[in-house]
């Protein structure tokens, strides 16, 4: 198999590692695999993928999309080292406003599902990483919202101090002011 997938602390995230292959002139890795994502409840179609470039110390997020459009996301570090982090935003879940973060590089073949109902972020530990997301949902510009990097409340332990936001990012509101409709289900 060339998966090991596994649920982490919020078990509606999952970590999954892909086997990599390496030799003399690189290393070859599967990142998509539809029956073995399929048996563990994944979407079966990405309808767009997202490529960012960013340097060391960046902070993208907390990102998420708005019902009747909203996105999971698979995502992978191509090149570099990044701490990816999902937060439970769905009222009346059991781990509402709580976080995961895995760090994920081009080297460790590790890759997060961030399902529907979750703000996802991730910064920049290397020089410089490229980051790819598969998404269930194609961008929809009036449904993009985001909660702030920093909100205590939810009080994520990034592994950087003073990082570089864009200026949308810096004034996202708290997840208690967040516009959201996600609503846990059972």
């Known amino acids: 198999m060339p998966f090991q997938i596994r649920r982490l602390e919020i078990p509606d995230v999952l970590l999954i590692e892909a086997e990599v292959h390496r030799d003399e002139r690189g290393f070859f890795m599967e990142t998509y695999k539809r029956s073995e994502f399929a048996a563990w409840g994944l979407p079966d179609l990405f309808v767009q993928a997202n490529h960012s470039r960013s340097r060391r110390g960046v902070l993208r997020g907390l990102h998420y999309q708005k019902e009747p459009r909203s996105q999971g996301k698979l995502v992978m570090a191509l090149h570099g080292c990044v701490f990816d982090v999902a937060v439970d935003i769905r009222r009346g879940s059991p781990t509402y406003g709580r976080w995961v973060g895995e760090e ?3 080297d460790n ?3 997060l599902y961030v399902p529907v109902g979750f703000a996802h972020g ?3 530990l290397s020089d410089e990483a490229d980051v790819l997301y598969l998404v269930t949902e194609e961008y ?3 449904l993009d919202r985001g909660v702030l990097w920093n909100d205590p409340e939810i009080g994520i332990a990034w592994p950087i101090a003073g990082p570089i936001l864009s ?3 810096a004034r996202l509101p708290c997840l208690r002011e967040a516009d959201n409709n996600f609503h846990f289900r059972a």
């Open 104 to 106: 994920l590089s081009a």
């Open 109 to 111: 073949g590790r890759m």
């Open 122 to 124: 991730f910064c920049v």
């Open 140 to 142: 929809a510009r009036d």
């Open 167 to 169: 200026p949308k990012d």
